[in-house]
């Protein structure tokens, strides 16, 4: 499995809260330990979803400095874990954070966010250049509650930008039989070889995945054979 810590991309999404404690816990020293779990209790103590800004915001503030850099987006979604984020406090963090806390907030909106209430956050990102926020964009919370068309242009969106389709959760369920998508993509296709440009490798393996009559990919996302 990628590394989370240095290639987040959906990775955070996809991991139980708990074991990117355990994982985050042994890469830091002790004053990033200590800061870590004092941030934890204070969030869990007074989650402050409404009202005045909340100790624990003001933590995710803290947590590049605190945990470095390399930490965190996973020392940041901990934080909006133990806090028990809601749909409301989420829009807050993103709508007022920088790029890296927005990151935070896509990543943990599948562990916090039952419904569709955060897509707006999700569209948002889609929006953007930021290839590292879109990347977060596409993870399992978008492929839950994003409609056909939104996904289908999530997924262009991501080839626009250089994203990788692996960070694009739920794909080859999504894809599978997917003729609109299939259309999109020989469209883009066609225009990037019209205009002399090269057109992403993925592109093709995203096209390869709408055949309907390609294996049924497992609900993991593998595609059923065995290695």
Known sequence: MTDPHTHPGTTLARIRPDDLRARLAARLDDAARDWLDQALGEAAAHPGARGPISVWELRIAEAGRRCGPEHADVARLLI???????????????????????RAVLHALPHLVPGPDALPLVEDALRTHDTRLVAAAV?????????????????????????????????????????ELARMLRDYAAERSAAGRTVPGDLYRVLALTDPTATRPHPDGTDGEES
């Open 139 to 179: 993870g399992p919370y978008a492929a839950r509650h994003l409609d056909a068309h939104l996904w289908r242009h999530a997924v262009l969106k991501c080839l626009f930008t250089g994203v990788p389709v692996d960070e694009v959760a739920g794909l080859p369920q999504r894809a599978r039989g997917d003729a």
């Open 80 to 102: 909006l874990h133990a806090a028990r984020a809601d749909a409301a406090a989420l829009t807050r963090v993103y709508r007022q954070g920088t790029a890296a806390e927005r």
